[in-house]
């Protein structure tokens, strides 16, 4: 069972940027999905970032042009950049794993195995 461990998350005024890791327990074998989610209070969980095994990537609208995702395989590390932070993009980031990847899409019940979460604060 490959377990998630994020770290990265913090404070930052509107306008600045972190990066959020996503360290995985055990290599993972392609083909598989990755992806960055985040929960707002009081909202669902919404999907963020995806990326394949394959290389192909997939941002909510909300976040295009302002946020990147890639990996390390070497690290068995997932990244996700996150420039022009605004205050709606405050929330609980979790970065998630799916093996197989039968649909690449920002869902976040295809997902079977999550991990604690990183708290990212954007202030005004």
């Known amino acids: 069972q490959v377990q998630l461990l994020e770290s990265g998350g913090g404070s930052v005024q509107s306008g600045g940027s972190l990066r959020l890791s996503c360290v995985t327990s055990?290599?993972?074998?392609?083909?598989?999905?990755m992806g960055w989610f985040r929960q707002r209070p009081g909202k669902a969980r919404e999907g963020v970032a995806l990326i394949h095994s394959d290389g192909s990537k997939m941002f909510a609208n909300s976040v295009k042009g302002r946020f990147s995702v890639s990996q390390d395989n070497a690290k068995r590390t997932l990244y996700l950049q996150m420039n022009s932070l605004k205050p709606e993009d405050t929330a609980m980031y979790y970065c998630?794993?799916?093996?197989?990847?039968?649909?690449?899409?920002?869902?976040?019940?295809?997902?079977?195995?999550w991990g604690q979460g990183t708290q990212v604060t954007v202030s005004s």
């Open positions: 998630a794993y799916q093996p197989g990847c039968d649909v690449f899409r920002l869902s976040a019940p295809d997902f079977p195995t």
């Open positions: 055990a290599y993972t074998y392609s083909p598989y999905c």
